[in-house]
């Protein structure tokens, strides 16, 4: 029986056979692939061949014995596998890891599983994707660089080539059904209209549904989105819904498809809402959760979280707490207007936070009421960067503006403050807030030289298999 062990606390080889510096697709085709060989179907050439004929063919109909040929289909027992991948999250932001915005859903996983503190991504979106997706280095997927900025040289040219395959193919290979919700930043721009070609779409990576966006970000309120290859209009009882709903709708309708047609076939389902990713965009509501708990600034956020951080066990007691950037000016400093400012903008963000974690819970209830949640291994990766300084010192209420030279001064954004959040206002956080979030490391995403823009919170859940349920796992995966 294929085991997940550890110690409390410390888990040195936190999955048996495996060790250090595995990819994270490795660690989950090595999963499933020792739980079919196990059976002795493992494929070392995928598509399998097909199944030779065991019939009989006589001169009669009626002396013949028929054999219709087989699908591949994996063994009895084999697990489930989801893999939820948020966007731009800082390791201090979620509060499994320290963060003092509330992730219930998050924790209730770590509990059943293992939080990694040494899980390593790429400093940017789409390279982690590729790599994740892949099992291999970014670069042998052809994404050195994020997508948005491709160059004509191999290992950077984003195209994805057919001599790398992905998790979906993989498994979809061996008799799983595959679902990709959310975003999809690996497919070339010319190629993401839509007249294709789709063979770098989810469905010719090895995913049979689609449900999602192309490109790096969308607006959560008016998103433009595509089922398989097919552009969609968000039906009318939707229209107003908040994006990541909407994905989790699908998610959860995918899923009792499945279960309800074919029951006893294991799937795949890679869910990447692109949350919490600009434009910061939720309902008042959930921002409002946050009223006045940001005041203290960016500093004291630092200071606090690092201290729940040691006390959760996520850092050593001996850690200490990195210095401020210089660049990056103290809370103390700042101007009332600023403060105000960025306050509400953190407030914003947290509740986009909290709620992205609310919504994955719909996903995991229903697991958990189809009776499937023991037998299936769940990835929940807390970011596939660091936090996103993108928005500079001020931030922003339109993250357009930038790249069009246009300014926004504190008084202009001050005077907008009620639209935070919604369709009128297109937020990306102050690199302050950003820095903070990536408590307890230095800088943020796009910087891969330090901790900041590359190390991200994970929990690994597989209740029928986790030997040391709610323990940490310090081995480094990357």
């Not at 995918?254 to 795949?268: H, I, N």
């Not at 000016?329 to 947290?350: F, G, I, K, V």
Request: glycine share 12%; aromatic share 10%; net charge neutral.
């Amino acid at each position: 029986m294929l085991k997940i062990a550890g110690k409390r606390g410390v888990a040195d080889a936190p999955i048996v056979g495996l060790g250090r510096n595995v990819r994270l697709s490795a660690v989950v085709f090595a999963v499933v692939l020792t739980s079919l060989s196990t059976m002795g179907v493992a494929q070392q050439i995928l598509p399998q061949p097909e199944t030779p004929f065991a019939g009989v063919v006589k001169t009669l109909a009626a002396d013949s014995i028929q054999d219709f040929p087989r699908p591949p289909a994996a063994p009895k027992d084999a697990p489930n596998v989801l893999i939820i991948l948020l966007d731009d999250v800082g390791y201090g932001q979620m509060g499994t890891f320290g963060s003092p915005i509330a992730t219930p859903v998050l924790d209730g996983l770590a509990k059943d599983g293992l939080r990694y503190t040494a899980f390593n991504t790429t400093a940017i979106c789409s390279p982690t994707r590729a790599a994740l997706l892949s099992g291999r280095n970014h670069h042998n997927a052809g994404f050195g660089i994020i997508e948005n900025f491709s160059a004509g040289f191999p290992g950077y040219n984003n195209v994805w080539p057919k001599s790398v395959a992905s998790i979906g193919q993989i498994l979809k290979g061996n008799g799983y059904a595959t679902a990709w919700i959310g975003k999809n930043h690996n497919t070339p721009d010319a190629e993401s209209g839509p007249t294709g070609p789709f063979d770098r779409w989810p469905g010719g990576l090895g995913f049979e549904y689609f449900y999602g966006f192309n490109g790096g970000e969308m607006d959560q309120w008016r998103p433009s989105l595509y089922e398989n290859n097919r552009p969609i209009e968000v039906s009318a009882d939707k229209k107003g819904d908040h994006l990541t709903a909407l994905l989790i709708d699908k998610s959860i309708a995918w899923l009792r498809g499945e279960r309800s047609v074919t029951p006893d076939k294991p799937f795949l389902m890679y869910l990447a809402p692109g949350a919490t990713h600009a434009p910061h965009q939720v309902a008042k509501e959930w921002a409002e959760k946050f009223k006045g708990k940001f005041d203290t600034g960016w500093d004291e956020y630092r200071v606090e979280t690092f201290r729940r951080q040691k006390k959760l066990g996520v850092l050593p007691a001996n850690a200490r707490l990195t210095s401020r950037p210089e660049e990056i000016p103290s809370w103390t400093s700042l101007t009332a207007d600023q403060r105000q400012l960025y306050s509400r903008m953190m407030e914003n963000y947290a509740g986009f936070t909290a709620q992205t974690d609310y919504e994955i819970g719909r996903l995991i209830d229903e697991l958990k009421r189809t009776g499937v949640y023991d037998n299936t291994l769940i990835f929940y990766i807390a970011g596939d960067n660091g936090a996103s300084s993108e928005g500079g010192l001020n931030g922003s209420l339109n993250s357009m503006a930038f790249g069009n030279k246009l300014s926004e001064t504190v008084p202009d954004m001050l005077s907008r403050l009620g639209g935070l959040g919604s369709e009128e206002t297109h937020p990306m956080l102050p690199a302050g807030w950003a820095w903070a979030s990536d408590t307890p490391y230095r800088w943020t995403k796009t910087v891969a030289s330090h901790f900041g823009g590359i190390r991200n919170g994970m929990v690994v859940t597989w209740p029928k298999h986790i030997a040391d349920r709610g323990g940490c796992a310090t081995s480094s995966i990357t």
